[in-house]
């Protein structure tokens, strides 16, 4: 019986040979290739946030409750428009003892006055009676201002971008009830010295978004870089745009001067591997996965710019999973 087992075994050998996962054909892996940033006019595209050129976070000064919400999120409101009403019946309640108080203050100095035009009444009782209507009047403008805050108004045109409030709630001095977004956009990025070479306000740069595409002017730059990243930071209004363009997108602004490290090298988040404290991707190269470390800038939408360790035109091998430096890959189109 034994023979017989030995003999059994050594004809499934080849078998299980052959059927081992080092002899398996290796699995396709999907690939991507790394984009890079060069425009053809030699220009550089550096990533950019899109955000409001306006944009406000109203609230109160006074404590009260929210009586009503006229507005919700998404919608569009004109400049003055009513927006949130507070509770305010204390506040009129001290509008019209403050009102009463100017009111007989007044009175009384116009009859010092014409008690002092016969010099019934000496020159100090006119200054109190003067001073009195002025502390009147100051307490009956702070009553009145105080109201406003009740009347929560849109400072300029726009759209409420978020709701922090409902009605019923108590709110504080200084509590977020609302923001409010602008119309005017303009894009946001932070740039290498060699990035900014030429750059100067009032220029224009082209820029992308998606399908959006358009014209952007500079309005601001940074004279000097950032002690710790040593960059610049630029801010560009968004002049004229063609297609759909909307706040908190990711764009790319195109700026004459040349990129540094890996020449505009980007990189997918979802290709990235962690080991430790380093990250790299894994590169199809001659049909076998190659582990690569990179240096990585910031991050830019739905990946990371690459400052060394990869060029543009590799092909880089996305959600490697478990691959394993050195494994055959195969490269799908």
């Excluded at 790299?280 to 049909?287: L, Q, R």
């Amino acid at each position: 019986m034994k023979i017989a087992a030995l003999a059994a075994l050594a004809l499934l050998a080849p078998a299980l040979v052959s059927a081992s996962p080092a002899a398996e054909a290796a699995s396709p892996r999907r690939v991507r290739p790394v984009r890079g940033e060069t425009t053809p006019t030699g220009g550089h595209l550096v990533p950019a946030n899109v955000i409001a050129a306006r944009r406000a976070t109203l609230s109160t000064r006074i404590a009260a409750h929210v009586s009503a919400l006229h507005v919700e999120e998404g919608q569009r409101v004109k400049q003055g428009q009513l927006l949130v009403s507070l509770s305010a019946s204390d506040l009129r309640g001290a509008l019209a003892a403050a009102e009463s108080g100017h009111a007989a203050a007044a009175a009384h100095e116009k009859r010092i006055r014409a008690l002092a035009a016969e010099r019934a009444a000496t020159p100090s009782e006119l200054e109190m009676a003067v001073s009195q209507r002025a502390q009147a009047q100051a307490a009956l403008s702070s009553a009145r201002a105080n109201l406003e805050y009740a009347q929560i108004r849109a400072p300029f045109a726009g759209t409420i971008q978020a709701r922090r409030v409902s009605a019923g709630d108590m709110v504080g001095p200084g509590q977020p009830l609302l923001e409010l977004e602008g119309d005017t956009l303009e894009l946001q990025a932070s740039l290498t010295e060699s990035e900014a070479a030429g750059l100067a306000l009032g220029r224009a740069l082209p820029f992308v978004s998606g399908d959006a595409k358009g014209q952007a002017e500079i309005t601001a730059l940074t004279p000097g870089g950032d002690p710790v990243s040593h960059r610049r930071g630029v801010r560009a209004r968004v002049r004229n745009v063609t297609g759909e363009l909307r706040s908190g997108a990711f764009a790319r602004l195109e700026v004459p001067g040349a990129a540094e490290g890996a020449h505009g090298a980007w990189v997918p988040r979802s290709a990235l591997v962690e080991r430790g404290d380093l990250t790299g991707v894994f590169v199809a190269a001659g049909g076998k996965a190659e582990l690569r470390w990179l240096s990585l800038g910031e991050a830019t939408g739905d990946g990371f710019s690459v400052r060394a360790g990869l060029r543009p035109g590799e092909t880089v091998i996305d959600a490697p999973g478990p691959l394993r430096d050195g494994e055959p890959v195969e490269v799908q189109p």
